[in-house]
């Protein structure tokens, strides 16, 4: 009897995942697409929690066909998910990770809308449980637009519903050289590479869960995870996007969200040497990626570290960090001439620091949100914003606001 090929093959890679695989699987089994729609590959990574037996015990009781492969461990999740992967059947394949959980329909909805709307990605909403979550991509279901149109860019976890077709076209896996970020690279080329991306945005598709005991992976890892990490996406981004106005586009995620977190508050805390040792990992991601145009889409806080990180100047970066944690920014300082406007973060117009006034300029939303943007007239702004900063400088010391 010739069996028919699965909708959707959903691939859980596990980790020493008990007792969130519990849940885990219960919403594996509430889908509400038919069961012989679904195949579900399962992999155990090694665990010694009792993960592979439970596996086992669901694979027996389950509905729809479970596979489970039980192997020694990987030491990340880009083995159990290029297993899983390799030996998918479906149509569609959707990474699901062991402590998460999948929504109501989720499966249904998002085969649906890909089925519907011709696309080879489709993101179904995530809501966080004892964690964040990204939002700013949920604002309204879209049947088809692509990673230049809207804020996907910000969500490149694996949690989504990929057309296995372009994955095998592509001859696309998990990187398994990379410990973090590895699903960034997958999900950023997929999304380069996909006829359409499909986003539903009216219905929880996915449950992200932080676990209790800490044992999340994206919460471990030294540092220099991170710059590979960043290295790997900006040099994909770099391969794929010809220099220009949408590769720019896409750099400001691997800059805003991997990078330039090494140099916020963490930083006041590390060493010396460890100060050193990310301000010469970052140069070579600097000379290469760091353009014109990545930095006018940052607002003026991230510009001014990442232009410091850029010029190389350790030594001005701790004052404009602590300056930013202690959320005592400076009001708006409004240029006499035309409509341009300055915030004056640390080393404004300081001639021995030198930081070009450019680096200072906001966009009119940015400096809506500072008080003096409304307060007074030119010539207040300028005399308040220069006050505060040069007490800033002068006292070396910023005292958080009460």
């Not at 992967?85 to 959980?101: E, I, P, S, W």
């Not at 991601?285 to 001014?304: I, S």
């Not at 410091?308 to 300056?323: G, S």
């Not at 620091?353 to 500072?370: M, Q, S, T």
């Amino acid at each position: 009897m010739t069996v028919a090929q699965p909708d959707v093959s959903v691939i859980i890679g596990a980790y020493e995942a008990m007792p969130y695989l519990i849940e885990c699987l219960s919403s594996v089994e509430a889908q509400t697409i038919d069961p012989e729609r679904v195949e579900v590959i399962a992999v155990d990574d090694g665990s010694t929690d009792g993960t592979g037996e439970y596996l086992e015990e669901f694979a027996e009781r389950a509905p729809m066909h479970v596979l489970v492969v039980r192997q020694e461990n990987s030491g990340g999740p880009s083995g159990p998910r290029n297993v899983g992967l390799a030996k998918a059947t479906g149509r569609y394949v959707f990474f699901l990770d062991a402590d998460d959980r999948l929504g109501p329909e989720a499966l249904e909805r998002m085969v649906g809308m890909a089925d519907r709307a011709g696309t080879d990605v489709v993101l179904g909403k995530v809501e966080g449980v004892n964690r964040s979550a990204p939002k700013s991509m949920w604002g309204k279901t879209l049947e088809r637009t692509d990673v230049f149109s809207s804020n996907i860019k910000f969500t490149l976890s694996a949690q989504k519903l990929f057309r296995r077709e372009l994955l095998d076209r592509h001859g696309m896996r998990f990187d398994e050289s990379l410990f973090t970020g590895e699903d960034a690279l997958f999900t950023m080329e997929a999304y380069l590479r996909a006829d359409g991306v499909s986003v539903v945005a009216d219905h929880t598709c996915y449950y992200l869960v932080g676990r209790d005991d800490g044992k999340h992976v994206t919460k471990s890892g030294s540092y220099t995870l991170r710059f590979d990490s960043a290295r790997a996406l900006m040099r994909l981004i770099a391969e794929l996007v010809p220099a220009g106005a949408r590769r720019d586009q896409l750099m400001i995620r691997p800059f805003l969200v991997t990078l330039l977190p090494q140099f916020g508050p963490k930083y006041l805390t590390d060493s010396e040497e460890i100060r050193r040792h990310k301000f010469e990992l970052a140069k070579p991601l600097m000379d290469t990626y760091w353009t014109e145009g990545v930095a006018q889409r940052l607002k003026v806080h991230e510009r001014l570290r990442l232009h410091l990180v850029a010029e190389q100047r350790p030594e001005l970066l701790p004052e404009v960090v602590t300056f930013v944690k202690a959320k005592k920014q400076a009001a708006a300082l409004l240029e006499k001439k035309g409509r341009r406007v300055y915030l004056a973060y640390p080393y404004f117009r300081d001639r021995a620091a030198g930081v070009p006034d450019a680096v200072y300029l906001a966009e009119p939303r940015e400096a809506r949100a500072f008080p003096g943007y409304r307060e007074g007239g030119v010539d207040t702004l300028v005399r308040r914003a220069v006050r505060k900063a040069r007490r800033v400088l002068t006292s070396r010391e910023v005292r958080p606001a009460a």
